[in-house]
Nanobody
Framework: QVQLVESGGGLVQAGGSLRLSCADSGRTFSPYSTGWFRQAPGKERDFIGVISWSGSYTGYAESVKGRFTISRDNAKNTVTLQMNSLKPEDTAVYYC?????????????????WGQGTQVTVSS
């Protein structure tokens, strides 16, 4: 079963960078796509981007396109979210999620495994 653990969150100044990791510590035998989401206090969980199992497909929300990059290393069971040019409005708890059906969209309900989240705070 897929067991996701995020790491790499923290406090950074506006304009800075952070790299988040999503590690699958479970015994995964099936390919899955991996999405990243974020949720700010009092707001809905928003889609950031997604990567296919092979890594050949990535998709991003308009708000992060050109600033954030998702990559994966299946040999290490890890998906990475590289965040550059961070803005205060990027402050949120960031979650990775997996879809055993290979879903590539923005609907959080279509992802069946979730990590616990990691806090990212961008100061102005």
């Amino acid at each position: 079963q897929v067991q996701l653990v995020e790491s790499g969150g923290g406090l950074v100044q506006a304009g800075g960078s952070l790299r988040l990791s999503c590690a699958d510590s479970g015994r995964t035998f099936s390919p899955y796509s991996t999405g990243w989401f974020r949720q700010a206090p009092g707001k809905e969980r928003d889609f950031i981007g997604v990567i296919s199992w092979s890594g050949s497909y990535t998709g991003y929300a308009e708000s992060v396109k050109g600033r954030f990059t998702i990559s994966r290393d299946n040999a290490k069971n890890t998906v990475t979210l590289q965040m550059n040019s961070l803005k205060p409005e990027d402050t949120a708890v960031y979650y990775c999620a997996a879809s055993s059906q290979g879903y590539r969209g923005a609907n959080p309900g279509s992802y069946n495994y979730w990590g616990q989240g990691t806090q990212v705070t961008v100061s102005s």
